[in-house]
């Protein structure tokens, strides 16, 4: 039985935390947030902040409100070109800084994995072993080779000349240990930044788990008590079955009354076995879904506001709400792993 309740909570945990997840990876892919989030660093990292601010936001509120809205988008605009076969070397003196955007020549090395799905890039992810092809190609286009490109860059002030620059004194002037010291480098960012992206995220999931908690009037102590009832109730019913009648007082408390019929007990047993509590985990949400017994109807949804909003304002639902929302933020992986382990099912091995 308490097996039964664990694997109950697990699961009512892991569907909801599907839906907090596929929410929020929906509201980011249409609004590419991941992608502009990746290239506000890039041009950080390679241009610089040209007004004194940086392109990286520093709030939860900047990533997820004013950079998907904001017309000051960090990435290139898309090209449908394969990259050119020649790279033009950097036209640069060493007189005043001239304006050139390296972030735009980064992606003009990089354009034959992006997707055309709008008029900015949608890349989202650049390989480690790809950026630093992409920075020798670059390398191959100056005269002076690496020491000239770093040259360039740092008469442009290009915030990547110092890294450059370190990782080629790292590696005592080796093209082919400066090579793979830029990919270790640009995989190190890479783990940086999906750690802070990871943080702002999380503060998302939090809300978004918040939110269907609320709307569902998700209360897990009370799912959890009504689980151990359903169980008990079926159990009392197998033991009937056997021809035991331990379980008779589980019975009568579920069918007796008059809005069930003493004198259908069969039917009563038959619908409470078809109603499982996992089927009734969202019986209390906002707008309640009823799923008909006979195979041809459609399902019944009704509005159920004034019975919703009764429980939103209870206290005693309250702790209930709070540890649903506290489960929703270790992840639907967490939760699969956790059922997996719990039922024993195992994975395919290659």
């Not at 007004?51 to 990533?63: E, H, L, M, Q």
């Not at 005043?96 to 020549?105: E, V």
């Not at 209930?320 to 091995?349: H, M, N």
Request: contains cysteine; proline residues 7%; hydrophobic residues 45%.
């Amino acid at each position: 039985m308490y097996i039964d309740l664990a694997i109950g909570l697990i699961l009512a945990f892991l569907l909801l935390s599907l839906l907090v997840s596929g929410i929020n990876e929906a509201f980011v892919r249409l609004l590419g947030i991941r992608s502009k989030f990746l290239w506000a660093y890039l041009r950080d990292t390679m241009d610089g902040a040209g007004d004194g601010r940086s392109w990286i936001p520093s709030k939860v509120t900047d990533v997820f409100a004013k950079l998907p809205f904001s017309g000051h988008d960090p990435r290139p605009v898309h090209s449908p070109d394969p990259a050119p076969s020649v790279v033009e070397p950097m036209p640069v003196d060493l007189g005043p800084a001239p304006a050139i955007d390296m972030t735009a020549r980064l992606y003009e090395r990089l354009q034959e994995i992006d997707h055309p799905k709008a008029a900015r890039t949608s890349i989202a992810n650049i390989p480690p072993e790809r950026f630093s092809g992409a920075v020798m190609e670059l390398v191959a286009a100056e005269e002076d080779g690496i020491d000239g490109l770093l040259a360039k860059l740092e008469a442009i002030r290009s915030p990547l000349a110092g890294h450059l620059r370190g990782v080629w004194e790292s590696a005592q002037r080796d093209t082919q240990k400066f090579r793979k010291g830029v990919e270790h480098w640009f995989d190190g960012e890479m783990q940086r930044l999906s750690t802070l992206y990871a943080r702002y995220v999380r503060w998302v999931v939090l809300a978004l788990g918040a939110v269907l908690t609320l709307l569902f009037s998700m209360d897990a102590l009370e799912y959890g008590k009504t689980l151990l009832r359903d169980n008990a109730y079926r159990a009392g019913v197998a033991a009937i079955a056997g021809g035991g009648g331990d379980g008779y007082a589980a019975l009568k408390e579920r069918c007796a009354g008059a809005e069930r019929g003493l004198a259908e007990p069969y039917r009563c047993v038959t619908e409470s076995l078809s109603s499982p509590a996992l089927v009734k985990i969202f019986d209390h949400a906002i707008v309640s879904v009823t799923m008909p017994p006979e195979d041809s109807a459609d399902p019944s949804f009704t509005w159920n506001g004034a019975a919703w909003w009764d429980r939103l304002v209870t206290p005693g639902h309250w702790p209930g709400y709070l540890l649903t929302v506290v489960a929703l933020l270790f992840g639907a992986p967490f939760w699969w792993d956790v059922l997996r382990r719990l039922t024993g099912v195992r994975g395919e091995r290659s």
